[in-house]
């Protein structure tokens, strides 16, 4: 994991709005940034009415559910709607 990927990933994670939010996905999946990260990693998207939870085997993963979901979201909902993102890394009790 870079530098770089790390800045990424802190610009991805917290508040903003949700067309920042996907654009962000976009360009570090697009600019080819992986987390470098093999494991259970559990995503939080809170929207102003709704909280959105899912799984996935990697960060590199969830980022992809993501960026599937903000394109769903996307339709209906305005680009300037605050969200909040979080992942957290699922460890494995025997690390």
Known sequence: MTNES???MKAILGNGTLGQKY?????MLGDGFSMLYS???K?????PKQTL???ADSVDSALDQLRL???DIL???RPDTKVFLALKEMHNPKD
């Open 75 to 77: 339709r209906d909902a």
């Open 23 to 27: 654009a962000d996905i976009n360009m």
């Open 39 to 41: 494991g259970d990693v």
């Open 53 to 55: 939870k899912g799984d």
């Open 6 to 8: 790390i800045k990424r």
């Open 43 to 47: 995503w939080e998207l809170k929207l």
């Open 69 to 71: 979901l903000f394109e």
